[in-house]
Structures are given as C-alpha cells and as structure tokens.
C-alpha cells in the first residue's frame, strides 16, 4: 500500500487498526489455531461434559453430578463471560472463532476448488454433467468430514475413547450412537445446504450478540464523508456472507470479520488512500480519536466494562477457591430408617447406615471408618481399608455397635470420621445412635429386632 504506517496510524487513531497487518491472514491463523483446539481440546478434562458418568470437567476439576451448585455456577460464569466478550468485541467470535464459520469457509473454498478443477480438466464435457461431479467429489469429502467432526462434537459429551469404540461397533442402538448418526446426519446436512445461512437464521449467538452490543462495541465500520467510494465493490465480493457493509454498519449479517477492510485498503492502497471500512469502537468512534491509553485500546471504555471486567476477575477468582476447596473424597452417610436400632443375640445395640462414597481425584485413595464423640461404639460390616480407584464410586451398608449399659436411652448424639489417605481433611459427619427408649437398658441374649 502506498500509505506510510505514520500516516495509516495517524488517519486511524481510534480506530483498532493494526498498521501493515492483512486481517484475512490474522483470521487464518486464528481459524487454524482453533480448529486444533477444537480437535484436542475432548482429550484433555479442560472443559467437557461426560453425561454416561455424569461428569464436567471445568479445567481440569472433575465436577460430579452431585455437585451441581458448582457445576451450574462454572456454567454461569461461561456464559457471563460470552456475553461479556459480545458485548465488548461484537461478533468476534463468529468472525474468528466459531467453527461452524470456519468449516462452512472450508466447505464454500472446497466446493470452489472443485469447480475450477473439473471446468479445467474436463471443458470437453457437458455443464451439467461438471456440475454433478462436483457434487459427487465434494459428498465423497464432505461425508468423512461429517463423521469426523460429529466424533469430535459428540467427544464433548462423551468419552472419547468410549465413543471410538462405539464408532467402530456401528452402534446404532445406545444413546451415544443414536446421538453420533443424528449428529452426523445434521452437519451433513449443515455444510451442504446451510453452511453461513445458519448463522443468520438459526444460530442464537449471533442475535444475542446483536442484542448485546452498545454505543463502545467493537465494529466494522464504513465511513465515507468526502464520498471517496469508487464503487469498486471489492469488498462486498470478499464479503463471507455476501453483504455490502456501505448499506449499514449494523447488519445481522455481518460477522466483523474484517475481509471487507482488507479488500478496501487492497483497492485504495493502491491509490495511497486508506481503506474506508475500519473496525472502531462503536459508532462513537470519533468522540475518542484522541484516547492513546492501552485500556482503551483493548475496550475498556467506559463504566460498564470496568464494572464488568471486575465482576468477572472476582466471579473466576471465587469459583476457583471454590473448586479448590472441593475434598477429593466425598462422603455421605444415611441412617437406615427402616428400623431404628436391633438388638443382636449377643445383646449389643445396633443402628445400620448406608454409605455412599466416591472419588473425585486422579489418584486411588484409602478410607478407614470410625465412630467417635460416643465411648464404646464401634463399625463393624466395613473393611478396615476401603479402596476408591479415581473416579469410582461406591455404595455401602455398616453397622455402628455398642454395648446397651454404654448408652443412654433413646438418642445418643455421634460423629462418624472417615480417614483418608492420601491426607486430606478427615469427613466428619454428625450422627444420631438409637438406643431403646426405656431405662435401664439390659443385655439380653435372647433379644431380638426393635422396630421404630
Ligand atoms: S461486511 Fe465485512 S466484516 Fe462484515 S461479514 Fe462482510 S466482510 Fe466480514
Ligand atoms: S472496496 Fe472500498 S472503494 Fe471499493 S466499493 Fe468497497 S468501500 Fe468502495
């Protein structure tokens, strides 16, 4: 371009233009980079769901269905963070990040790349008969395609490995298959038909973000006071979605991509003018051409976002002490309340509880039982060292003992305390030990259940 990067910065201030830099090859490397991220990220417990467990990994804690308060508090804290990127940044998102853009791009340059190819090689050959092959050479790519990416989407929700096994078996009959075909049926469909029409008309993002965006919004702006526009149309050509941005600045369509802005200083660069499409923050850009701070030039520009990002650095850093302070171990202890203590034949008194027992960590662990707070109780029905592989859960049944003459009638208060190694905190949970209601209390060997 004939400009210099002083006077392109000069006639940009205020503007998020980064002189030199084409904004198709910024979206490129972005695009490749996520489209990795995409693949690998279901390998790692960074953020994914394991429905058959009922898991949710949220970097790298392993989340139980039965922590649902923080489950649903991570999921909130995504979501405010989403709509606090749109509000912000605009569409970035789609423009960059999303990959149901970045695959439909793929799907529109294949399909392009196949019609120069056929019209090349076979010109001999009727249109119509090119046209059906391409139609046949792009369905011969775009079915694996289909299949590969429903693996990699449904590996969200469930265990990779667990899903390649499914694959592999053609199961069409479990919920994780029925999902794998549906799914795969979907983006077929998807990247045949749709592609960039999903955006418009059936992705909700899209109108959320719209919805989302104020007066300090990231923008792709046109602006022509000296009517300079030669009506190239460059940029409506270049557009993705088939848009002219001179129309509006705020169509639904546009997904400030940023194509137009380089198809424009492609064309008038060559003229040594800038391009007349820039991103801006909002249409207020000119009330702030003159702001050089860095906060400023990120987006932090006015109240709300201040407000916001400190909402947000105080949300992620409770969340995370709140995950943090997560016991490994969990436990959870429920009386039997089918009776509330037995006498066995050798008169000692016993109440039964069901113990429900898991571990949330990557590493195996060892609990031992035992009663405390209550002199002469004991646990019998449990093994002195109760092993727990990560992940694996366990339900079990115990008795808490004692000899009547140790008690008092009726209730007598107890904790349960499991020990766990490796070390963590002891669980201690408060209990009640039943004994009968009258008093004395004797030992009988003849005695049998009593019943609440
Ligand atoms: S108008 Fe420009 S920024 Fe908007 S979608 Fe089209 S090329 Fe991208
Ligand atoms: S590329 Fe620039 S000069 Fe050409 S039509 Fe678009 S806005 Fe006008």
Do not use: A, M, V, Y
């Given at each position: 371009m004939g400009l210099s990067t002083e006077s392109a910065v000069k006639k940009s201030t205020g503007f998020l233009t980064i002189p030199g830099m084409k904004f198709h090859r910024l979206r490129k490397a972005v695009q490749s980079i996520c489209v990795v991220i995409f693949i690998l990220?279901?390998?790692?417990?960074v953020i994914r769901f394991d429905l058959p467990h009922q898991r949710f990994f949220f970097f790298g804690a392993e989340l139980w269905i039965s922590e649902f308060s923080i489950i649903f508090f991570s999921l909130m804290f995504m979501m405010v963070w989403i709509a606090s990127v749109a509000m912000v940044y605009g569409r970035v998102w789609c423009g960059y990040f999303c990959p149901q853009m970045i695959f439909s791009e793929a799907a529109n340059l294949l399909q392009s790349n196949l019609h120069k190819f056929v019209n090349r090689k076979l010109y001999k050959v009727s249109k119509s008969l090119r046209n059906y092959l391409v139609i046949l050479l792009f369905s011969l790519v775009l079915l694996p395609a289909a299949v590969f990416l429903s693996f990699i989407f449904i590996s969200y929700f469930i265990d990779p490995i667990d899903l390649f096994h499914r694959l592999m078996q053609f199961d069409l009959r479990t919920a994780g298959g029925i999902m794998g075909a549906s799914v795969t049926l979907v983006i077929l469909l998807d990247f045949a038909f749709l592609r960039q029409k999903f955006c418009i008309s059936i992705c909700p993002y899209g109108y959320l973000q719209s919805m989302l965006a104020d007066k300090h919004t990231l923008l792709v702006n046109y602006e022509d006071p000296d009517g300079e526009?030669?009506?190239?149309?460059n940029c409506m050509r270049t557009c993705p979605m088939g848009i002219d941005i001179r129309e509006s600045?705020?169509?639904?369509?546009?997904?400030?991509?940023?194509e137009c802005i380089d198809a424009c200083a492609t064309v008038r660069g060559k003229m040594g003018k800038w391009s007349l499409i820039n991103y801006t923050w909002g249409d207020t850009s000119k009330a702030v051409q003159n702001e050089n701070a860095w906060f400023r030039r990120l987006g932090v520009r006015d109240g709300k976002r201040v407000a916001v990002l400190v909402l947000m650095l105080v949300y992620a850093t409770a969340l995370a002490i709140f995950i943090s302070l997560r016991q490994p171990i969990f436990v959870q202890i429920m009386p039997d309340?089918?009776?509330?203590y037995t006498i066995g034949k050798d008169g000692l008194i016993q109440n039964h509880f069901r113990m429900s027992i898991g571990n949330r960590s990557g590493r195996a662990a060892t609990l031992q039982v035992r009663a405390a707070e209550l002199q002469g109780v004991h646990i019998i029905g449990l093994d002195d060292n109760i092993q727990l592989a990560p992940g694996e859960e366990k339900k079990l049944v115990f008795d808490a003992v004692a000899a009547p003459e140790t008690l008092q009638p009726g209730i007598n208060h107890m904790s349960i305390v499991v020990d766990v190694t490796p070390k963590q905190k002891s669980i201690e949970l408060k209990e009640n030990f039943f004994a009968p209601f009258e008093t004395p209390v004797k030992s009988s060997p003849d005695s049998g259940t009593n019943k609440k």
């Open positions: 990220l279901p390998l790692f417990k526009c030669i009506s190239c149309k600045n705020r169509q639904i369509e546009c997904t400030h991509c940023g309340k089918s009776e509330l």
